[in-house]
């Protein structure tokens, strides 16, 4: 069993950054590939960005791809996600997964076993 607990979301003006942090605990939880999802009002939940669990592979949605970076440290059990040039339709809750099988690599949410609560980013014009 994984706990994820997200934290860094909050109100920032378009073109400006955030961070986000992914606390993860639980067992061997450095050995989980780990995604980042999003959820703005009204709309389905989309991919964002993944890492693979030795945090050498990344992969992006188009929609983020050169403004955002994930990146990882196994030994503290954090993700990151890094957004730059934030852009109003980035404003939604932004979520962190983990999939149980470490050789994922995947934008399908139903790839992911384990869910964090959530962190709102709101990016104002």
């Known amino acids: 069993q994984v706990q994820l607990v997200e934290s860094g979301g909050g109100l920032v003006q378009a073109g400006g950054s955030l961070r986000l942090t992914c606390a993860a605990s639980?067992?061997?939880?450095?050995?989980?590939?780990m995604g980042w999802f999003r959820q703005a009002p009204g709309k389905e939940r989309e991919f964002v960005g993944t890492?693979?669990?030795?945090?050498?592979?990344?992969y992006y949605a188009d929609s983020v791809k050169g403004r955002f970076a994930v990146s990882r440290d196994n030994a503290k059990n954090l993700v990151y996600l890094q957004m730059n040039t934030l852009k109003p339709e980035d404003t939604a809750v932004y979520y962190c997964?983990?999939?149980?099988?470490?050789?994922?690599?995947?934008?399908?949410?139903?790839?992911?076993?384990?869910w964090g609560q959530g962190t709102q980013v709101t990016v104002s014009s």
């Open positions: 997964a983990a999939a149980k099988d470490k050789w994922v690599f995947s934008s399908r949410a139903s790839d992911y076993d384990y």
């Open positions: 639980g067992r061997t939880s450095s050995s989980y590939a």
């Open positions: 890492i693979s669990w030795r945090g050498n592979r990344t």
